[in-house]
């Protein structure tokens, strides 16, 4: 018996030991390459850009601080990714007038502004303030941040200018784009 128990004891702690063994510090993925928590949001914020509200729309959101915002601006019947630089008058002008639609935004909300950069907005008229300023639409798009790509782009990867490749690479149903309001 003396010498079975010095045996059970050696090999008790053995399986102990390797049991407890914490070597393996891999992070579990459950499903590589997606974002878990967030699922790709698309929202319609309409509206016209005045001085009034100094040529700047802002929506509500609420995303993770790591997700992105992508945002288009409806030109006839496509979307157009912002920022984008708008010349107003380049043929009948030796210094067209010009502008940039952009926006920054944080985990609260998106901002789209006009920020002029020759010339005073208030002095276009009332035909390019309709095709600028008034009755615009800006389609937000967000969509998950996707740290197992961060390092290259991959041939998977998607052009984020391509509005249509934007909604085939994310599966985004577009019949079910909701419209906020924006303030």
Excluded at 100 to 126: H, T
Aim: hydrophobic share 40%.
């Amino acid at each position: 018996m003396k010498k079975i128990l010095p045996l059970i004891l050696l090999a008790g702690v053995g399986f102990l030991t390797y049991s407890c063994d914490n070597s393996n510090d891999d992070p579990v993925v459950v499903n590589p390459g997606k974002d878990n928590d967030t699922f790709p949001i698309m929202m319609d914020a309409p509206g016209s850009f005045t001085a009034a509200n100094n040529y700047a729309l802002t929506a509500d959101i609420s995303i993770q601080t790591t997700d992105v915002v992508l945002v288009y601006r409806r030109a006839g019947n496509a979307w157009q990714q912002i920022p984008k630089t708008v010349y107003v008058d380049p043929a009948t002008s030796a210094s067209p007038r010009k502008f940039d639609y952009n926006f920054v935004f944080s985990n609260k909300e998106v901002q789209v502004r006009i920020d002029d950069q020759n010339f005073n907005l208030a002095s276009m008229s009332q035909t390019e303030a309709n095709n600028y300023l008034n009755n615009q639409t800006f389609r937000i798009v967000l969509v998950p941040a996707d740290p197992a790509k961060k390092a290259a782009k991959t041939s998977n990867s998607v052009d984020f200018g391509d509005y249509n490749a934007v909604i085939k690479y994310y599966n985004i149903d577009e019949s079910k784009v909701k419209t906020i309001s924006a303030h």
